[in-house]
C-alpha cells in the first residue's frame, strides 16, 4: 500500500524528534570529554526516558478528564488562553505543583536506579551528563507527538514552527531543567553524608524551573521562556567548566 501524507508526517515527526533529541545529546557528550560516559548506559539511561514518558501520557490521560476545563489545551498542546487572574493563578499552580513535578521526579527515579550507583559515576557533571539523557528520551517520544499534532493542526507550515520551536527551546529546556537536579545528584555522591539534603534541593529546582517553563509556555510567554533557557545556559555551562571529582570512598 502507498503511504498517504499523514503516515509521511508521521515518519518526519519520529525522524525530527530523534534528530533533536541525539543533536543535543552530541552537544552534552562532547562536554564531557576527560572522560566519557559509556555508549551503553547511555543508551540505557535514553531508553528509560522513553518509558517514564508512557507513564506520563496516562497521567496526562487522566488529567484532561478531570483537572479544570481552562488546563485541557495544555493536555492536547494547545496555547492556554487567560481571560483573568484567578485563571492565570490556577494555570501557575497547576503547571508548578503537578506537570513540572511529575514529570521531573520520574526522571530523577530513572536516574537514581540505572546511573547512581554506577562505578562510571566518576564526576559531579556525569550527573548532569545521565539526567539530560533521560530527559532527552523522554523529549524525543514527546516531540513525536508535538510534531505530529503540528502537522495534523497547522500543515506544513504548523509542522515547521513547532519542529524549530521546541527543537531550540523545549527540548534542551528538559535538559537543563533534569540536568540541574543530576548536578545535584552529583553532589549527594560526592558528600553522601548530605545525600538527602542535595536530592530534595535538586529536585525542587528541576521541578520549579520545569514548571515555570511550562507555565510560560502555555500561555504563550515564549520569549521569556527563552530567556529562562538561555540563563540557565549559562549555568550549565559554568558547571561543567568546573567539575569535582568523587572522592574514592563516594564511588560504589
Known sequence: MFATIDHIFLILSVLAALAASLFWLFVYYRRDREEPEPKSLLFLLFVSGMIATVFVIIFYAVAYFTLPHILQPFFIQQEIRIHSLTEAGLVFLVMMTVVGPIEEFLKFVMVRLIAFRSREFTQVTDGIIYAACVALGFAFMENIDYFYRG???GGWGGFTGIV???????TILHTLSSGIMGFYLGKAKLFPQKEGRFIILGLLLAMLIHGLYNFLAAVGWAYYALVLVL????????????PQKLQPQTQM
Open 151 to 153: 502537522y495534523y493542526m
Open 231 to 242: 540563563v540557565l545556559m549559562l549555568i550549565l555551562f559554568f558547571k561543567f567548566r568546573h
Open 164 to 170: 524549530i520551536a521546541r527543537f531550540l527551546i523545549a
